[in-house]
């Protein structure tokens, strides 16, 4: 993940530290997918989920008050533009040292620390996204309306923009040489800005809910938050796997959830010692091996995806759309052979895409998380210490061989648990009654395969 060797720690343990054999592993996982298809199949038989975002429960008025607040707003914003700040410090003044914490600060604490955070409170991002606020405040300058650009975003436009922008990150993350240095650190944010802003520029700030790698990520994520909005604006206390039912299906979407997944399996495969060994040996410089390899794997899981969804579609006999359905660009009309039906079922990834990136980096964001707070307390290593927490040690106990195993078990199987129960509720949406348990088998048959090949590359090493 980073040239610096404590970034390249994505976790602790390996095969000796689960509490059953790999082999015996991943026959519990599949045979878990199964029995559950199987349940699921006798017990489910109409679609539960509110997949329009009407239900839940109203929070309290005293917090939906404050959430709501242009004050409170304000201050996220504030918030944010301080973080963003403090960031350039070390990002501009800083010594390029492994004691600079500006490669920990974007790759664990932003792009890692996402993840949780947004779980718990929903697409946090977009509140206190910089560079959402340096637009809206030379907007609000120029007293322009911040949501109106030069030209209207084309309507099929969709999560396209932040396929290729994910892609572009997770390059930097995982492929990109001396991607710790910060002079490539520099040289991608700028680009990342240029692009943001001058889209925004032209299109509004619509363009960042389009094309903010980080925005959509949190966006994805946040989905499965136990708080959200309603259809109606109301904030309220919901189920998550409402939440995430409730994500519509747009253009783009699956390219944006394949790409989260398939680069996170790249990771763990790029940390097996058969592929460092090929890596080394094959005469190719590091980076075209690792964008080989980042492309591929993101192929083949995307291949993968889009031949089971697409054998789901003629095994189920996809009904067309509704017309009873609201209009929507995503959503093309057509039966089986649309794209409608792997575009539907692309929220049922997003659990499994956040059980691997846990698994994989849980480690990392407890131990490299507490050193790069450490670090932040005085970014240009002058001696100073504004935070109190330079002399800060990393706490352990959170990490430990056989916890991290089992942690990783766990939400391996979690995450693909609940992409079943997903993937079946919204077949019964999308497929007659009579065959939608038949139209499901394709994809229980790429859950197994999604979890054996996630478990033998999480402990290839």
């Known amino acids: 993940m980073s040239a610096a060797p404590a970034l390249l720690a994505h976790g602790v343990g390996g095969r000796q530290d689960l509490p059953i054999t790999l082999p015996e592993l991943v026959v519990a996982a599949a045979l878990t997918l199964v029995v559950t298809f199987l349940a699921l199949g006798l017990l489910w038989r109409e679609p539960r989920l509110d997949r329009d975002a009407a239900g839940g429960r109203p929070v309290p008025d005293r917090l939906a008050g404050l959430v709501d607040a242009p004050a409170f707003r304000w201050a996220l914003r504030g918030l944010g533009l301080l973080a963003a700040g403090w960031f350039c410090v070390g990002l501009l003044g800083g010594p390029d040292t492994p004691d600079n914490p500006t490669a920990g600060a974007l790759y664990v604490l932003l792009w890692v620390g996402l993840v949780p955070v947004s779980l718990l409170f929903g697409p946090v991002l977009r509140a206190v996204n910089p560079l959402r606020t340096v637009h809206l405040l030379v907007a609000l300058a120029a007293r322009r309306e911040p949501a109106r650009g030069v030209r209207e975003l084309p309507a099929g436009l969709g999560l396209w923009p932040a396929a290729l922008t994910l892609f572009g990150f997770v390059w930097l993350e995982l492929v990109a040489p001396d991607r710790a240095t910060l002079p490539v650190i520099t040289a991608w944010l700028a680009g990342y800005a240029v692009v943001m802003l001058g ?263």
């Open 199 to 461: 889209g925004a520029t032209l299109f509004g700030a619509g363009w960042f809910d389009r094309a903010d790698p980080f925005e959509v990520y949190s966006a994805l994520v946040g989905q499965l938050a136990p708080i959200g909005r309603a259809a109606d604006g109301v904030l309220v206390w919901r189920n998550p796997l409402d939440g995430i039912a409730g994500l519509r299906p747009r253009p783009g979407l699956v390219a944006v959830v394949i790409v989260l997944l398939g680069s996170t399996m790249f990771d763990s495969l790029s940390n097996a010692p058969a592929w460092l060994r090929f890596s080394q040996e094959n005469g190719l410089p590091p980076a075209v091996t690792g964008s080989a390899g980042l492309i591929v794997v993101i192929g083949v899981v995307a291949v993968a995806y889009l031949l089971a969804t697409g054998a789901a579609a003629r095994v189920g006999r996809a009904k067309p759309p509704s017309a009873a359905e609201p209009a929507d660009d995503a959503v093309p009309a057509g039966g089986a052979e649309s794209p409608r039906v792997p575009s539907e079922l692309a929220h049922s990834v997003v659990p499994i895409a956040v059980g691997y990136v846990v698994a994989h980096y849980y480690s990392l964001l407890i131990l490299e998380g507490q050193r790069t707070v450490a670090l932040l307390s005085d970014p240009r290593d002058t001696g100073a210490d504004w935070f109190g927490t330079a002399g800060w040690q990393p706490h352990t106990g959170l990490v430990t061989p056989s916890g991290v195993a089992n942690l990783q078990i766990t939400v391996i199987i979690v995450g693909h648990l609940l992409g079943t129960l997903l993937a079946h509720d919204r077949a019964l949406y999308l497929f007659p009654r009579a065959r939608a348990v038949a139209g499901q088998l394709p994809l229980l048959a790429l859950m197994v395969a999604y979890t054996v090949a996630g478990l033998l590359l999480l402990y290839a090493g």
